[in-house]
């Protein structure tokens, strides 16, 4: 069974920039999830799907920060304008439901210049 | 304010011995908590969890314990193996989010 995929794998953008990343879960799995992760520090989370509806998005930066998950399957994260300070790994996660084991993606390092 | 905490950025232990990876946390709210492990360039792995009604959890070589009076969990790993070197990342619950801590690098050598 494929794992949560995520793309692009890395990226390195100019401050200022808009960049995306894509996020697929693991087929059949309802909920999603987005996190943050600084250097040295454990996965933030940024937003939480329930199929296409995001029910925790209080910690997502709204100013500059956006997710969709249309169809309620694959997702994508967007931030316009990019600082310097997202430079992070953003992780997605998906789960059959929510208090279900959380399978993780691989993340997308995002450096911005 | 760190609600997870795992105090020791790194750990270093020869193999076939034990591991022992520590977390404190302090919520006394939470009421799941979970291991993850995680390689270079991959994402968080679940490896083991415990519910608070529990004190102990085993799988193979790997055993979590919870003391919630002193609001600490540990993670042994027996005996530890060179593919177990990796970043292991507590994390707890309290019904809507995981939280997760800082990390500690475990590096088993031969």
């Known amino acids: 069974e494929a794992g949560v995929v995520q793309s692009p794998r890395y990226k390195i953008i100019e401050k200022k920039q808009p960049v995306a990343f894509w996020c697929n879960p693991i087929?059949?799995?309802?909920?999603l999830y987005w996190y943050l992760q600084n250097l040295g520090q454990g996965p933030e989370l940024l937003i939480r799907y329930e199929n296409e509806e995001a029910v925790d998005d209080s910690q997502l930066p709204k100013d500059r920060f956006s997710a969709e998950r249309l169809k309620g399957v694959d997702s994508t994260l967007k931030i316009q304008p990019a600082e310097l300070g997202d430079s992070a790994v953003y992780l997605c996660a998906s789960s059959l439901g929510f208090f279900q084991t959380q399978y993780f993606g691989p993340g997308t390092r995002l450096l911005v210049l | 304010d760190q609600q997870v905490k795992q105090n020791s950025p790194s750990l270093s232990v020869q193999e076939g011995r034990i591991s022992i990876l520590n977390c404190d946390y302090t919520?006394?709210?939470?009421?799941?908590f979970l291991w993850y492990k995680k390689y270079p360039a991959e994402g968080p792995t679940f490896l083991i969890s415990i519910s608070s009604i529990k004190d102990k959890n085993e799988d193979g070589r790997f055993t979590v314990f919870l003391n919630k009076s002193a609001k600490h969990l540990s993670l042994h790993i027996v005996p530890s193996q060179p593919g177990d070197s990796a970043v292991y990342f507590c994390a707890a619950s309290r019904g809507d989010k995981l939280i997760f801590g800082t990390g500690t690098r475990l590096q088993v050598f031969p």
């Open positions: 087929s059949g799995h309802n909920t």
């Open positions: 919520n006394s709210m939470f009421d799941y």
